[in-house]
């Protein structure tokens, strides 16, 4: 396998240190999720509908906040809104072990609204830190350290929680999250690249930046999770079903495999593959997975492919947000990114577990990955129309060219 775009893309400044950090700092935020729902059941005695309600608040909350937050990053810079953000998150978790369930839903809200914007932000310093021939594979090495970061966040969260307490568990996750601030903060990577304007600069409109194609990539963005999400209960509710729950853990572990060897494959191919079309990939593969729900192993295997598109499919859609950005709104393009990312995940959990209640198991792969390739079908026209209309350029473009010649 070709290694020269991983040794190029980190070769560049400040990019391996920005992923170094970047798999660190994300481990604690990943682990947020099952540290609340864990207080909630075990803490506060209430049931896993009220925990799956705060879950609800805190994911409105980073929804609306993110391309908020990534506005004023576009604004103000980077450290100011990291300050901001890592005080909000110390007041939420120095506070939350203390609360009851009626203060912590506004409370979680706000704690999302107010969310350390890691995701979005790292994925604004890499369009500034590697030209576009060198982004794919530096948001390939992206995406897998976000699969790292899941593998061990959550796995964590769950072993504290069960050998210490809940309680305890919330106040070590906010201190990681502090610290995570901290030193992004001390980091303070770029959010321009060095030919792009510095500072506060005239204000592009919306309607110049986005268009049905920026619309496009967004909606295929959610869908991508959408899918993920709906696995992900899925593949619990399969394995319940067959007497295998035990073996959730080695099966998840192989998906997010899977998903790591896609991802450094997807980094290291010489041409780029269309968000829409690894999409539809990602969801056609996912649909009859649940058809290998009769033993765990035959699970791990239906995985494989579905797994290895789930890192190329989040790192292109990262990659065609930052190239479809103007350098001015790349934070507020890159928060709506993350929002539509959340949103996708935030649905296709409850969706599966809807589908899965008056069914059967396997149809939460199978709805979920029809609705995925739905919204790939309904966007098609976008980039059909892009396709022809950047065709008609080049023609003109090479018509252009001969004129002269043949005068």
Not at 311 to 335: F, H, K
Not at 356 to 362: H, K, N, Q, R, T
Request: proline share 7%; aromatic share 6%.
């Amino acid at each position: 396998m070709n290694l020269t775009p991983y040794r190029q893309a980190l070769a560049l400044p400040g990019l391996r240190s920005l992923l170094l950090v970047s798999v660190l700092a994300r481990i604690p935020l990943t682990a947020t999720g099952v540290t609340l729902t864990f207080f909630v059941v075990l803490d506060l005695g209430r049931g896993y509908g009220a925990a799956g309600l705060v879950g609800a608040a805190m994911t409105v909350g980073a929804a609306l906040g993110s391309p908020l937050l990534g506005r004023l990053v576009d604004r103000r810079g980077l450290r100011p809104v990291v300050a901001l953000t890592t005080v909000a998150e110390a007041v939420f978790w120095a506070s939350a072990p203390t609360l009851s369930l009626p203060v912590l839903l506004p409370a979680a809200f706000l704690a999302g609204l107010l969310a350390l914007p890691i995701f979005s932000v790292i994925r604004q310093s890499i369009a500034a830190l590697a030209p576009e021939d060198r982004r794919r594979p530096a948001y390939a090495l992206d995406s897998m350290s976000v699969e790292l970061s899941f593998m061990v966040g959550p796995a964590l969260a769950v072993a504290l929680a069960t050998t210490v307490s809940a309680r305890t568990t919330l106040w070590a996750v906010g201190v990681g999250v502090v610290a995570s601030g901290v030193a992004f903060w001390l980091l303070n990577p770029p959010t321009r690249s060095a030919d792009e304007p510095a500072g506060p600069q005239p204000r592009t409109p919306r309607r110049e930046w986005l268009t049905p194609r920026m619309l496009a990539v967004l909606a295929v963005s959610g869908a991508a999770t959408l899918v993920l999400g709906g696995t992900d209960v899925a593949v619990v509710a399969v394995l319940r079903a067959s007497g295998e729950v035990g073996w959730t853990g080695a099966v998840l572990t192989m998906w997010a495999v899977a998903s790591l060897v896609g991802g450094f494959a997807y980094g290291a191919v010489r041409r780029s593959f269309s968000p829409l079309a690894l999409t539809a990939a990602l969801s056609l593969c996912t649909i009859p997975v649940g058809l290998g729900g009769g033993h765990w192993w035959l699970l791990c295997l239906a995985l494989i492919p579905a797994g290895a598109l789930c890192a190329p499919t989040i790192a292109a859609t990262s990659d065609a947000v930052s190239r479809l950005a103007p350098a001015g709104v790349r934070g507020e393009a890159m928060g709506l990114h993350g929002s539509a990312v959340t949103v996708g995940i935030a649905l296709g959990a409850p969706l599966a577990g809807a589908v899965i209640d008056a069914s059967l198991p396997l149809w939460g792969f199978a709805v979920t990955g029809a609705i995925g390739l739905a919204v790939t079908l309904a966007v098609l026209p976008v980039e059909l129309r892009h396709r022809r209309e950047t065709a008609a350029v080049s023609d003109l473009s090479d018509a252009a060219d001969l004129a002269p010649a043949t005068t």
